[in-house]
Nanobody, 119 residues
Framework: QVQLVESGGGLVQPGGSLRLSCAAS????????MGWYRQAPGKERELVTT???????TSADSVKGRFTISRDNAKNTVYLQMNSLKPEDTAVYYC?????????????WGQGTQVTVSS
């Protein structure tokens, strides 16, 4: 059984910072692309940023220069450093990882963590 567990969400004032973590566990052979997505109330889930196993990244224009994705392959963990947060960044943040096990290769999702940016 593979699990993705996120942590680090919370309430922060505009201009503040948060760091999210997402750790994968289970009978994992390898993890390819990892990424963060978010879903605000009444909106569809959207891509925030992704990172390949080799460290190549892509990001939505709305977060470029403010959010940084990184990963620790030895720990099967992906991070999202969020700086200069804005009220419009308020959403549930989900991590996703393409995980290879002995039986399947599949996109797994975390349970989500709430980020609220408000004064």
């Amino acid at each position: 059984q593979v699990q993705l567990v996120e942590s680090g969400g919370g309430l922060v004032q505009p201009g503040g910072s948060l760091r999210l973590s997402c750790a994968a566990s289970g009978r994992i052979i390898s993890i390819n692309a990892m990424g963060w997505y978010r879903q605000a109330p009444g909106k569809e889930r959207e891509l925030v940023t992704t990172i390949t196993r080799n460290g190549m990244t892509t990001s939505a224009d709305s977060v470029k220069g403010r959010f940084t994705i990184s990963r620790d392959n030895a720990k099967n963990t992906v991070y999202l450093q969020m700086n200069s947060l804005k009220p419009e960044d308020t959403a549930v943040y989900y991590c996703k990882a393409y995980i290879v096990t002995a039986y399947v290769a599949y996109d797994y999702w975390g349970q989500g963590t709430q980020v609220t940016v408000s004064s």
